[in-house]
Each structure stands twice: as structure tokens, then as C-alpha cells.
């Protein structure tokens, strides 16, 4: 008996289907019930399919949009539909694959591939077949349909497609596939290499058997008129450079050239899809050979492509010379979500020059995307623009100063342009290449720096935000100057920015300030009451997106000049607008983040000058992480009724408490006596989300340094934990908790051998691993890592072990001794008892040897090491 719908039943449907097109909120959610109820009908599902494939009378949105309430359907309780209603739905759906109208097709399509990608294409083992036959199918409607399925499961399937349940689909796919490149249809065309991109990057075997057909084709496609075609072509050659570079090698001049056409091809699409073809050829080992005589034709078309286009021009508003909108309201949905970074600990590196990123600001490098503003606001977030610079990045990375040659007179020719939107990608260029060029360009930067910060007074707001992350990038240049040549002029500048009567330029300026202040340190000392009186009266001109912007620049600023902030004029400057700022954010809004963030940076710089704001700030983040905690109790045992939390709360609360910690020292002591923030501390070191472990062993290691009192009465349980967390494989979590274990011995002494046997064979594991990363081997202490560090605190503490380690078994330095020397040499100003230990441990070990054999040991040692050691050690 073939299911037939009720009337009345169908009326139903259909006026629920035509309200819920209806833009009144209290309509929308009366529907959503309604769907809700009916859902518990088991053939439902059945009225919705004969709506989307039969109902031919009803208007195509209703009908699609009928198929896509029953995708979410299918997506949510596929697997409880009567078998005679699964049957149905998938009947249904093979017989409207060649629907007349695009809409259901690709409607019909997406349930097929919905239910396939529930796991069913071994319980619907006629689909793929079907769908292949219909392939040849003379009506186009059924061909394209088809195609449009396959290319849906494809891309949500590849895996499952390649697997032996299924005997191998692809063996009969792939070639079937490649047949179609040729066909008359653009559309089919692009569906058919559409089809095969996708088992590229998996090396899928179908694939590679007939790898040579596929590029010989792809070739062929080269110049289609279709620009979706040509797009699917540039993807498939930039994948295909990163997996089968062998097969492209003899093509590769040819594909060069092409590549070169297609980066200025006319739909920007395209053009974006062959500029991420210089990416990738970067990462190739090839690059340097094949590319070097086409520098001179590919840079021009790169800096071309850093233009902004007529449409984002109109966009951003870049035309207008009156362009003052910081009295605008942000709209909400300008401002992105933050990820906070949980603290971690690591000894302070010598950092090289040029390990700063590219868009400017706080954001890693993973981020870093080329194009210069990190963000356009208005504009999609990867664009030609962003791509063409971002190429030039890594390009000059590759080439060094030898791009410089080719890449000076097109920047002659941008930089002094008389139109701003060709200038701008001049400046823009000049920023991208900093990185890789920087040694080639040193000797022109005294005559560039004064023009750019000519430049940051131009008309043009675009003008003036791509010419602050430009000078950013040549921070460390400028720092290593005369101050009143250079770093004087650029931070004024820069600070007349930062109060800009343009949102974007104020961002940018706030950005590259902030990089700024982490090149300085130290030197921007002198001009504090200068920064500080900009900054804060940023705070009551900027709008909801840059203030967390400025509290990174002020977090920033407390990191670089540290302990030079706790002076009583900064303070009250500094700390009522961030703590009128706390008072007025609710516990669930996600602003705390980089508010609390910039408060754990300045509590830690103004040490003790924190004290009259830490009992409110102390008491609010341990109220947070419990709040944390108990809504994730709730959440666990009634995940119905309490939504989980949003764990970030807890992290950064956890890590302002450490920068309290470390800020405040002794004088927190009284505040974790009266709060229940030690049994707290106890369940988050256990949560299973890594990121509040690594926060949480941070926290625990500082509190050990402030108040080991609180600490001591649980050193068993804390210890077995962080015994369990010294696994390399979670580096941040391992190495905090490896941090903690140390400062907790140093506290302990004698007493920590009744806990050495719950760490030490992890700990030794960790040393003796051949790829372990360095911050990892510096809290574990060995000495080829801890040659490389400045002198600190941690270092201090780290050779102490070292030593005292060498006391009790001289024997097992020997055959590193020399490596010993070389870590000792490493320190510029020893404490005196520290060097008091070095110089008992290198005459021990001389008269150990005897005269002859110590000369011929130190005979081997570099001349510059001998002076060192003979100078600190008397030897």
C-alpha cells in the first residue's frame, strides 16, 4: 500500500510552512512548538517529503524549505523513524533527484547526503549506483541533480567513500568522474572537479591510479570560459602542489605562468583561488629555483591585488575625507568572539628581531593573516587583498633581500602615487615584506620611517590605519635607535592616532602600539605619564570593539615596563576607569575576559600598589570559578535543565589570581585564608578541559612562591595530580604542571623524597625524549636549554637543582661536563651563593681529574668560555 497524505493533515502543514516564513518573532516561536508536536506523528516526515518532491502546486521556497525542516529532522532523530517511513523519504528522494526546478534539486540533494552522512550509505547500498546511472542520464535536470548529490557526499563522506565495506566506490567513481571534465555543461563540468578536489589532500588511491588523467584534464580545462570552472581548476593545482608535487614538477613553469594570468583573472574568486597557489609554493622546497626568474612579473600583480576594490572602498566609506564615526555605536556583530590564552609559564626567552606578526596586535601567529588590518570589518575576513599580501610575507621570507631588487621600483612608483588607494598598497606592501627582508631593508629605513609618519597624518582614514601596522612591523628597528630621531616622533604619532576620530584608525594605532610597547620594554619608561594620560582618555572616547582592543595595549604596557608603573601619579590614573569598568560588567559577560586579562598584567607589574583594589578583585574571580563550577555539577547531572558553562570564566579568573599572586606576594596570604579558594583550586586541577589544568597548575606554583602556608596542607593530593598531568603530549598542561612541582620542592626541601617516587619517572621521561620542546626542558633543567636564557629568578632556581643534583652524584655529569661549563658561561650576574656553587663544583672536579687531565679538557674548550669561566669561577 503506497502512503497517501490526509487532507486535512496537509492544510496543517502548509500554513505552518507559509507562518514560518513570517518575520514576527511570537509567529516564529508558535511554529517552532508546532513543529515540535507534530514531530511525535511517526509519518510527519512523510508530508514533509511529499510537500518538497509532489506538491508541484506550492510555491518552490515553501516546498524547500518543507526539505529542510525534514533535514533537521533526519539529522536529529534519524535513527527512531519507522523503517516503512526511511524507506519512504529515501524512495522519494531518488525519484525527485532530476526535479525541473535547481532549488529542490539541491533541496533533494541535501537530505540524501544528510541521511548518508548518518552513517547509511551501507544501509542504502542503491544510492551510489543509482546516483551513477542517472550520470548518463540524456535530461539534464537528472545529470546536474545527480551530480549535485554526489558532490554534496563527497565532500561530507570522502573517508567513508575509500573504505572496503563499501567495496571501493571510488574505483568506479573517480574514473566515472573524470569523464565529465570534457562535458558541454559548465555547470556539470564544475560539479565533476568539484567531485575529485576532494580526495586530493587524503592521497585517496582511486585518485592517484589515475593521477596523470586528472591533470592532463585539468590542463585542458585551463582556459574555460566558466569562472567557477577556473576556480575549481586553481583549488585542484594548489592542492595538487601540496600532495603530488612530483607529478607537477615538468608542468610546473607552464603552471607558473598560468597561475600568473589567472591571479589577475577579472571575477575575484578566481583570482583569490590562483593567489593561494603562491602560499603554497612557498612551503615547497622548489620555490627559490622555479619562482626567482618570475619575481620581476609576479610582484607587480600581488601589489596590484593589495589594492582595496571599488566595492570596498564603498563599504568601509574609504572615500570620504570627513570620516570621523567613533560616535557611532558598534553593532554587536562587528566585534568577534575572543579566545583567551591560559597562562603559561615559561622563562623569558632572548627574543630575535622580526618575531612580530602581521596583523597587528595581540593575536598569535597562527592568525597571522597577511592582511594588515587583521580585520576590514564590513569585508569577508579572507579576501584577494589579504591573500596578495600575505603571499609577499612569505615570499620575502624565502627570498630575503633578494626580492628587494625587483620589489623597490614598484614601490617607488606606490608609495608616492597620486592616488591614496595605490599609495595604501604600497604601504601595505612595505609592511609585509618586513619580516623576511628586514636586513635588506635596515639601510633605507631612516629615510621610510620619517615618511611614514608623515604619512599617518593623511586625509584618508585607510591611509592612516595601514601606515600604523607598517611602522609597527619595523618596531624593532626603530627601539634600537636614537630616541628623538626615531621613537619619539613615531610614538606621538602614534598616540595622536589612538585618539583618531576614525574606529578603524584608532584600532589599528591601539594595535601597533601595543606591539610597539612589546619591542620597547623598558624604554618607554621616560614617556609613561604621557601614555598613560592617551590611553586612559581613550577609555572614555572608545566605542564597545576598541576597548578591548585598548585593554590589550594596557596590558601590554604593564608587561613592558613592569615594576616603573607602581608610582602613586600612574596609579590614579590608571585604575579608576578599569575598576569603573568591573564594577559595571555582570559575572556573565564575556568583555571580563580582556578586562581581566589587562587587570592580571597590572596587578602583577604594581605589586604592591595593588593592594587597595585586591581584596574586591580577589573575592569577584574566586566567586567566578565557583559559579564555573557548580553550573558545571548542574550541567553534568541535569544536562537538560542547565546549560554547560563557558569554562573561559573560570580560566582567566584563574590566571588574574595568579597575577595577584605574583604582584601581591605575602600580602595575598590573608585573602586565601578567608576563602575556600584552595579546595576550589583542588576540583579545577582535576577538570578535564586541559586549558583550566594549565591555568590551574599556573595558579598553584605562584601560590606556593606567595603562601606556602596554605598550600603545605594538601601536598599529597596536589602532588598526585600534578604527577598525572606530566604528559608531554598536552605541552602547556606538562609544563606548568612540571613549573609547579619545582616550586613546591624548592618550598619543601628535605621533606619533598616522600614524594619523589609520584613524579620522578615521568619527569626523567620528559628530559630523555628527543623532541622535547625547550620551555618544557627548562622547568624540567638541562643545560643545553638553560644556556639560552637570560638571567632570572627561574633560571636561578633551575641551576640551583642542577647543582645541588651534581653534589650528591658527581658521576653523572662527567660525560656532560663541557655542556656544564657552557650553561655556567651563559650567566651575566650570578647571585653570590649561586656562584659560590658553581666555583665549588669546577675546583672539585679539577682536583677530581688531576692537573693533566683538567688542561687537556679545557684545552678543548673555545677561548671565549675559558676566559668566562676563569674570570667568574677564579680557575
Known amino acids: 500500500m503506497e502512503w ?17 516564513q513570517s518575520p514576527d518573532t511570537v509567529t516564529q516561536r508558535a511554529v517552532q512548538q508546532k513543529l515540535e508536536e507534530l514531530n511525535k506523528y511517526p509519518d510527519f516526515n512523510n508530508y514533509l517529503i511529499f510537500v518538497l518532491t509532489k506538491l508541484v502546486s506550492e510555491e518552490e521556497p515553501t516546498r524547500s524549505l518543507s526539505g529542510l525542516i525534514l533535514k533537521n529532522n533526519v539529522k536529529a532523530h534519524y535513527n527512531n523513524f519507522l523503517p516503512e517511513v526511511a524507506e519512504f523519504i529515501k524512495r522519494e528522494c531518488l525519484s525527485a533527484v532530476g526535479d525541473p526546478s535547481p532549488l529542490i534539486r539541491a533541496t533533494v540533494g541535501i537530505i540524501i547526503t544528510t541521511i548518508a552522512s548518518k552513517g547509511e550509505l551501507t544501509s542504502w547500498p542503491e544510492l551510489l549506483p543509482a546516483l551513477c546511472h542517472m550520470l548518463d542520464s540524456q535530461d539534464y535536470n537528472v545529470c546536474e541533480g545527480a551530480f549535485g548529490a554526489l558532490q554534496k557526499i563527497c565532500e561530507d563522506t570522502a573517508e567513508v567513500l575509500d573504505c572496503d565495506e563499501l567495496n571501493r566506490p571510488l574505483n568506479v567513481l573517480i574514473p566515472k568522474f573524470l569523464q565529465f571534465f570534457r562535458h558541454s555543461s559548465p555547470k556539470i563540468r564544475c560539479h565533476a572537479i568539484a567531485c575529485v578536489n576532494y580526495f586530493i589532500m587524503g592521497r585517496t588511491q582511486a585518485l592517484m591510479l589515475h593521477i596523470d588523467s586528472f591533470i592532463e584534464n585539468l590542463f585542458h580545462l585551463a582556459a574555460d570560459e566558466d569562472p567557477d570552472v577556473r576556480k575549481n581548476v586553481c583549488h585542484a593545482l594548489v592542492l595538487l602542489l601540496e600532495v603530488r608535487l612530483d607529478r607537477l614538477i615538468p608542468h610546473l613553469p607552464n603552471i607558473i605562468e598560468y597561475m600568473l594570468i589567472r591571479t589577475q583573472d577579472p571575477e575575484e574568486g578566481v583570482a583569490l583561488e590562483a593567489c593561494e597557489f603562491w ?49 557611532e555605536p558598534d553593532r554587536e556583530s562587528d566585534i568577534r568572539p575572543r579566545f583567551h590564552k591560559p597562562r603559561s609559564h615559561t622563562i623569558k626567552h632572548n627574543a630575535g628581531a622580526g618575531d612580530s606578526n602581521m596583523s597587528g596586535g595581540g593575536e598569535s601567529d597562527e592568525e597571522d593573516d597577511g592582511g594588515a588590518e587583521g580585520d576590514d570589518g564590513s569585508l569577508s575576513d579572507w579576501n584577494l587583498r589579504k591573500c596578495s599580501a600575505a603571499a609577499l610575507d612569505v615570499l620575502a621570507n624565502v627570498f630575503g633581500a633578494d626580492l628587494l631588487p625587483v620589489l623597490f621600483p614598484i614601490l617607488k612608483e606606490t608609495l608616492f602615487h597620486n592616488s591614496w588607494i595605490i599609495k595604501e598598497s604600497g604601504i601595505l606592501a612595505l609592511g609585509a615584506v618586513a619580516d623576511g627582508c628586514m636586513g635588506g631593508m635596515v639601510p633605507h629605513l631612516p629615510d621610510l620611517v620619517p615618511y611614514l609618519v608623515c604619512c599617518l597624518s593623511e586625509r584618508k582614514a585607510l591611509v592612516r590605519a595601514i601606515t600604523c601596522w607598517t611602522l609597527s612591523r619595523y618596531s624593532h628597528w626603530i627601539v634600537s635607535q636614537s630616541h628623538d630621531q626615531y621613537l619619539r616622533p613615531v610614538m606621538t604619532e602614534l598616540l595622536k592616532r589612538v585618539l583618531d576620530n576614525n574606529k578603524r584608525v584608532q584600532e589599528a594605532a591601539c594595535s601597533a602600539f601595543a606591539t610597539l610597547e612589546e619591542e620597547a620594554c623598558t624604554e618607554l619608561v621616560p614617556y609613561l605619564g604621557h601614555i598613560l594620560q592617551t590611553l586612559v582618555y581613550a577609555f572614555g572616547r572608545y566605542q564597545h570593539k576598541n576597548l578591548l582592543i585598548l585593554y590589550d595595549a594596557i596590558g601590554t604596557l604593564a608587561d613592558s615596563v613592569g615594576h616603573h608603573l607602581n608610582k602613586p601619579e600612574y596609579i590614579n590614573l590608571l585604575m579608576p576607569p578599569l575598576i569603573t569598568k568591573w564594577n559595571v560588567l555582570k559575572d556573565e559577560d564575556k568583555d571580563l575576559f580582556p578586562l581581566l586579562e589587562c587587570l592580571s598584567s597590572v596587578a602583577t607589574a604594581l605589586q604592591s600598589g595593588f593592594l587597595p583594589y585586591c581584596e574586591p578583585v580577589f573575592r569577584r574571580c574566586v566567586s567566578l570559578i565557583e559559579q564555573t563550577l557548580n553550573q558545571n555539577i548542574a550541567n553534568s547531572q541535569s544536562p537538560e535543565q542547565f546549560e554547560a558553562p563557558d569554562k573561559d570564566f573560570m580560566i582567566v579568573a584563574l590566571d588574574l589570581l595568579s597575577g595577584l599572586a605574583e604582584g601581591l606576594d605575602g600580602h595575598i596570604d590573608h585573602l586565601v585564608h578567608n576563602s575556600n579558594l584552595m579546595q576550589l583550586l583542588y576540583q579545577c586541577m582535576g577538570d578535564p578541559m586541559p586549558e583550566v589544568r594549565q591555568s590551574s597548575f599556573a595558579l598553584l606554583g605562584d601560590l606556593t612562591k606567595a603562601c606556602f602556608q596554605h598550600v603545605h596542607l594538601y601536598i599529597p593530593e596536589f602532588l598526585n595530580i600534578l604527577g598525572m598531568n606530566l604528559n608531554p603530549e598536552l605541552i602547556s598542561v606538562c609544563n606548568n604542571a612540571t613549573w609547579a612541582i619545582g616550586e613546591i620542592s624548592i618550598k619543601l626541601g628535605p621533606e619533598t623524597s616522600k614524594y619523589i617516587p609520584l613524579v620522578l619517572g615521568h619527569l626523567v621521561d620528559i628530559i630523555n625524549r628527543p623532541n622535547t620542546p625547550k620551555t618544557l626542558l627548562e ?19 633551575a641551576f640551583r637543582g642542577i647543582c645541588q643534583m651534581i653534589q650528591i652524584n658527581p658521576g653523572g655529569v662527567v660525560t656532560d661536563f663541557l655542556y656544564f661549563c657552557d650553561a655556567i658561561a651563559s650567566w651575566s650576574h650570578p647571585k653570590d651563593d649561586l656562584k659560590e656553587m658553581f666555583t665549588k663544583i669546577l675546583h672539585g672536579f679539577k682536583n677530581q681529574v688531576g692537573e693533566e687531565n683538567w688542561r687537556r679538557f679545557t684545552d678543548q674548550l673555545p677561548v671565549q668560555l675559558s676566559a668566562r669561566l676563569s674570570a667568574m669561577c677564579d680557575i
Open 779 to 797: 622547568n624540567t633543567g638541562k643545560c643545553t636549554s638553560l644556556r639560552n636564557i637570560r638571567d632570572n629568578d627561574e633560571k636561578d632556581s
Open 4 to 20: 497517501k497524505p490526509e487532507p486535512e493533515g496537509l492544510r496543517q502543514i502548509l500554513t505552518l510552512l507559509k507562518e514560518s
Open 279 to 327: 602560499l603554497s609554493l612557498a612551503e615547497q622546497n622548489v620555490c627559490r629555483e622555479v619562482l626567482g626568474p618570475r619575481l620581476p612579473a609576479l610582484l607587480p600583480v600581488l601589489v596590484r591585488g593589495m589594492r582595496y576594490s571599488e566595492m570596498d572602498v564603498i563599504l568601509l566609506r574609504g572615500d570620504r575625507d570627513d570620516d570621523a564615526d567613533d560616535a
